[in-house]
């Protein structure tokens, strides 16, 4: 049997430590994208759509790491209620994380968009082009999109509090890794 590890791998550091950026990245571009009526909206676009889908492919890898290599666990003397939160907000963050770009992907196909990934290569439709799903599924969208960026706010919150006031090693384990 093997030990039981106290820090996450290097490969589940370095697929949140690049998400990390991208999610906050693509929540500002999405809001700028929606706010903006001038050229900058298209190019926003443009950026938003593939860098959507690179973050569906690197949510689904980081499952597949999650579960396959697990987690450091979490400090014995963390109170009940506070363990159910953290389980729970990370599964409503990796939720958010795969949602948003599927739903996006969706509310365009909805629509009759392509998803352009570059240049003349697109991703198939995933729905059929319906007027109304689009506008079900683009508020859908717009309030997942707040709901995200709230829980990467309490997921930093608790991040610092566990290196700044707790200092029990779980910002530790994912900042730094194994010494």
Do not use: C
């Amino acid at each position: 049997m093997s030990p039981t590890p106290t820090h996450f791998s290097p490969l589940a550091r370095l697929l949140h430590w690049t998400m990390a950026p991208l999610i906050v990245a693509m929540l500002f571009i999405g809001v700028g994208m929606v706010a903006s009526v001038s050229r900058a909206h298209n190019t926003l676009i443009a950026i938003h759509k593939p860098l959507g889908i690179a973050l569906l492919l690197l949510v689904v890898l980081r499952v597949g790491v999650r579960l396959t290599r697990g987690s450091p666990p979490l400090p014995a003397d963390m109170a009940t209620p506070q363990r159910i939160a953290a389980k729970a907000s990370h599964l409503v963050l990796y939720g958010l994380m795969a949602a948003m770009p599927l739903i996006g992907w969706a509310m365009l196909s909805a629509a009759g968009y392509p998803v352009t990934l570059y240049g003349p290569l697109h991703l198939p439709p995933i729905t059929p082009h319906n007027v109304e799903l689009f506008a079900v599924l683009r508020a859908l969208h717009t309030w997942l999109a707040f709901a995200l960026f709230a829980a990467v706010l309490l997921h930093l919150a608790a991040a610092l509090f566990h290196g700044l006031i707790r200092r029990d090693g779980v910002f530790s384990s994912m900042a730094r890794g194994g010494r």
